[in-house]
């Protein structure tokens, strides 16, 4: 299972930018998809997550300003990223939990990301 990320860039304080991800590969099923982010030195943190039902969960630091959604015929996730802010600065990876018929079984996949710079 692959996932490409796209969208990232730079963009103002205040201002938006949409993150696509997409999952191609040998796909049984896709369970949770979802967006975290790194910061250089930091953790990767959990962004926001939505399930193949479309129940969704985001951090604090992004409620209301963030929105994920999610195209389960193309197997694609988006981040519409509204109010940036400088601490939203990050590499932003996408993650899937998703089975492949060789192995019948739920493994997470990884993106390699999108650089998002929010200047003050």
């Known amino acids: 299972v692959q996932l490409v990320e796209s ?5 103002q304080a ?3 930018l949409r993150l696509s991800c997409a999952a191609s590969g ?17 953790q990767r943190d959990m962004v ?3 399930t193949s039902g ?19 015929a193309k197997n694609t996730i988006y981040l519409q990223m509204n109010s940036l802010k400088p601490e939203d600065t990050a590499v932003y990876l996408c993650n899937a ?11 997470d996949y990884w993106g390699k990301g999108t650089l998002v710079t929010v200047s003050s």
């Open 97 to 107: 939990e998703a089975v492949t018929p060789m192995t019948m079984s739920t493994m």
């Open 7 to 11: 969208g990232g860039g730079l963009v």
């Open 54 to 72: 479309g129940t969704t969960n985001y951090a604090d630091s992004v409620e209301r300003r963030f929105t994920i959604s999610r195209d389960n």
């Open 14 to 16: 205040g201002g938006s």
């Open 26 to 42: 040998s796909i049984f099923s896709i369970n949770t998809m979802g967006w975290y982010r790194q910061a250089p030195g930091k």
């Open 48 to 50: 926001a997550t939505i």
